[in-house]
């Protein structure tokens, strides 16, 4: 497993990672073979602990517990986001979401653990839609937040700018684009955001605003 491949090398510094990152693998999929293995090679590179051996290999569990593996902190990301592009034709402003330990892609969130109290609750968090829709856009994303910038619809390109907040699962417009452009690249460097390249109305774009 390459996790575990991974940690044998430099093992003292990278032995305290491995439960963090065996937890982010759903081994529920794994085939049991390759849990055995994945435990036999722990132990051939001393790396074995009863933690791990759990993590890999869990005793049974009630439904109880299986439900609240599948529950999300609603402050914790653990979710790929897939926004705009194009179906049968039509630009799109929708959102989907794939959560990891899930198989569906959906509009929400699901199963968001929220606490009140001495009490949890869980709660279903809908994505909003963008206000345009839109395909070929520049995307990037910064401190939990969702920056779409330009692309196009059926007839013209954008210079609409809009960005989610994760936290606050909110859309808002920004400042726009100098000129509509679609098929740019967006990146942030040391907080700031760069927007190069695509195309304009008139021709192909090589600045970097």
């Given at each position: 497993?390459?996790?575990?491949?991974?940690?044998?090398?430099?093992?003292?510094?990278?032995?305290?990672?491995?439960?963090?990152?065996?937890?982010?693998?759903?081994?529920?999929?794994?085939?049991?073979?390759?849990?055995?293995?994945?435990?036999?090679?722990?132990?051939?590179?001393?790396?074995?602990?009863?933690?791990?051996?759990?993590?890999?290999?869990?005793?049974?569990?009630?439904?109880?517990?299986?439900?609240?593996?599948?529950?999300?902190?609603?402050?914790?990301?653990e979710v790929l986001l897939v926004m705009a592009g194009e179906c049968n034709g039509h630009p799109m402003k929708n959102i989907e979401c794939f959560t990891l330990g899930?198989?569906?892609?959906?509009?929400?969130?699901?199963?968001?653990?929220?606490?009140?109290?001495?009490?949890?609750?869980?709660?279903?968090?809908?994505?909003?839609?963008?206000?345009?829709?839109?395909?070929?856009?520049?995307?990037?994303?910064?401190?939990?937040?969702?920056?779409?910038?330009?692309?196009?619809?059926?007839?013209?390109?954008?210079?609409?700018?809009?960005?989610?907040?994760?936290?606050?699962?909110?859309?808002?417009?920004?400042?726009?684009?100098?000129?509509?452009?679609?098929?740019?690249?967006?990146?942030?460097?040391?907080?700031?955001?760069?927007?190069?390249?695509?195309?304009?109305?008139?021709?192909?774009?090589?600045?970097?605003?």
């Amino acid at each position: 497993m390459a996790v575990i491949r991974w940690s044998t090398y430099i093992p003292e510094e990278r032995r305290e990672c491995l439960p963090v990152l065996l937890q982010k693998i759903n081994f529920e999929l794994v085939h049991p073979e390759t849990k055995k293995k994945a435990l036999k090679d722990l132990e051939n590179n001393k790396l074995f602990t009863e933690e791990l051996t759990q993590i890999i290999m869990p005793s049974s569990k009630s439904k109880e517990i299986f439900y609240l593996e599948r529950s999300r902190s609603e402050h914790l990301e653990e979710v790929l986001l897939v926004m705009a592009g194009e179906c049968n034709g039509h630009p799109m402003k929708n959102i989907e979401c794939f959560t990891l330990g899930f198989t569906n892609w959906m509009c929400c969130i699901p199963r968001v653990a929220v606490k009140s109290g001495n009490t949890h609750t869980d709660k279903t968090i809908v994505l909003p839609t963008m206000q345009d829709a839109r395909e070929y856009c520049a995307v990037a994303t910064h401190n939990n937040k969702v920056y779409v910038l330009g692309g196009q619809t059926n007839n013209a390109f954008l210079l609409s700018v809009e960005c989610y907040s994760i936290q606050r699962n909110k859309w808002e417009q920004l400042q726009p684009l100098p000129m509509a452009l679609h098929g740019s690249s967006a990146a942030f460097l040391n907080g700031m955001l760069y927007l190069s390249g695509g195309k304009s109305s008139s021709q192909y774009e090589n600045k970097l605003w």
